[in-house]
């Protein structure tokens, strides 16, 4: 990764940090003197949210050292564990927020105060806006670390959302749906579980090499039609660590040329491939010869 889009993940990190430790503090004073339990279990998750970016901010810094004896590509491959950990955090955050929600439905309370309302529309309207300030920094990144990090400000929205809708409920039905905000809450858990799965599933994907990169395979075989000596390509497989991609790729030459021929057209093809495209770390080309059929 280059140090541009390493600095550009630390810093959307900071900021998640900063905007959750924000939002643990609001929540939990609203919900207390708002009588809402659903926000204050909603502070309880954004208090997780905070450890789970603290989480990723070491990920992010750790993949980033250089290759070594031991780790010869780097160590990319920590970030989809990191990532793994916050999916954890993201569950634990969920299974929280139902017992609390099933606990307080059976518990009489009295109704939320309406004020909370309006604090709550400034909350999802900041919380969607950092979702969509990280998710897209992710993408700009290459992060599946920052992906998951942008998805506990999504989920955060919802369960804001499912917390407004039921104290909604609640003051405009009175005396009887003083629980209208758990069950929201509730249904909120089951989304965040939902996402959960949505995260994990590519990060288990990057651990197994799976191959999900159709796209970048297609750009890959572009280049190597720019380099001359190269007459075409066959194989080429990627496989995904942190922020960047490994690359094997078989290029096909003139059969007749001398080694050293080929191996300078094989430098020549990797410099190229990681001029072009910025984001592949390793690059590895195998020759294959080619003779025309006369």
Known sequence: MSLNNQEKAIKTTYFSIISNAGMAIIKG???YFGNSYAIIVDAIESTADIFSSLLVLFGLKYTNRPADKNHPYGHGRAEPLITFLVVGFLISSAILIALESINNIRTPHD??????????????????????????????????????????HRSDAVTSVAAFIGISVALLMGKGYEAADDWAALFAAGFILYNSYLIFRPALGEIMDEHLYDDLVNEIKIVPLTVKGVVDTEKCFIRKAGMQYHVDLHAVVDGNITVKQGHEISHLLKDTLRSQIPELGHVLIHIEPYTSRS
């Open 29 to 31: 004073l609203t919900g």
């Open 111 to 152: 109704l939320p105060k309406a004020y909370t309302l309006i604090i709550l529309g400034a909350i999802i309207i900041w919380k969607e806006y950092s979702f969509r300030l990280v998710m897209k920094r992710s993408k700009e990144t290459n992060s599946s670390s920052l992906k998951a990090d942008a998805w506990h």
